[in-house]
């Protein structure tokens, strides 16, 4: 079965850039999507085919997909970015990497 | 605005069976790929299962493989989950999500509706 990997947290001081990589074999190879889900929530779409995104998410989400890595970078990061934040890509089925919690410190 | 609302949740014995549904409003259900999303408290999330427009293609996750069924009623717009022979792994919120029309994205996601097995 296909995997993607995250690390657990990234922490970031307000105002500057958190990456969140996601890897997997080949992942460059794939579309990767990625989510953000805030404590009680349900999972929004964020990003999609690895750069791409959805009406009314802000400009300073940004992705890409290269290789073994996808990287979800937000740019000014701001308090209410913090959340957990899944990439996701498709082998058979969908699959998910095991989520990174963001704190904004 | 779009909608996908899940019920059906609750409490349940090892072994015994729960049906979640999943109702979509405002948009053209018929037209739109959906799965099953799970999430166990405090954990990751994990795809159970999706259902084409037309039952053409299903599929399951190898953890409920034999013991889930998902299906639909296009004309009620609504998505169903049935689940049996629960176990205390099965413990999870399920979401219903909608898969984008241009393939590979969910792009709406319930509310979700917990499922808890327990003894």
């Known amino acids: 079965s296909y995997d993607l990997t995250q690390p657990p947290s990234v922490s970031v001081t307000p105002g500057q850039t958190a990456s969140i990589p996601c890897f997997g074999d080949?992942?460059?190879?794939?579309?990767v999507s990625w989510y953000q889900q805030k404590p009680g929530r349900s999972p929004v779409l964020i990003i999609h085919q690895d750069d791409k995104r959805p009406s009314g998410i802000p400009e300073r989400f940004s992705g890409s997909n290269s290789g073994n890595t996808a990287t979800l970078t937000i740019s000014g990061a701001q308090a209410l970015d913090e959340a957990d934040y899944y990439c996701q890509a498709w082998d058979t089925t969908a699959v998910f990497g095991g989520g990174t919690k963001l704190t904004v410190l | 605005e779009v909608h996908l609302v899940e019920s059906g949740g609750g409490l349940v014995q090892p072994g015994r069976s729960l049906r979640l549904s999943c109702t979509a409003s405002?948009?053209?259900?018929?037209?739109?790929?959906m799965h099953w999303v799970r999430q166990a408290p405090g954990k990751g999330l994990e795809w159970v299962s999706v259902?084409?427009?037309?039952?053409?293609?299903?599929a399951y996750a190898d953890s409920v493989k034999g013991r889930f069924t998902i299906s639909r009623d296009n004309a009620k717009n609504s998505l169903y989950l049935q689940m049996n022979n629960l176990t205390t792994e099965d413990t999870a919120f399920y979401y219903c999500a909608r898969e984008a029309r241009s393939g590979a994205v969910f792009d709406l996601w319930g509310q979700g509706t917990l499922v808890t097995v327990s003894s």
């Open positions: 405002r948009f053209r259900f018929d037209d739109y790929v």
């Open positions: 259902i084409s427009w037309n039952y053409g293609s299903i």
């Open positions: 080949k992942v460059g190879e794939k579309y």
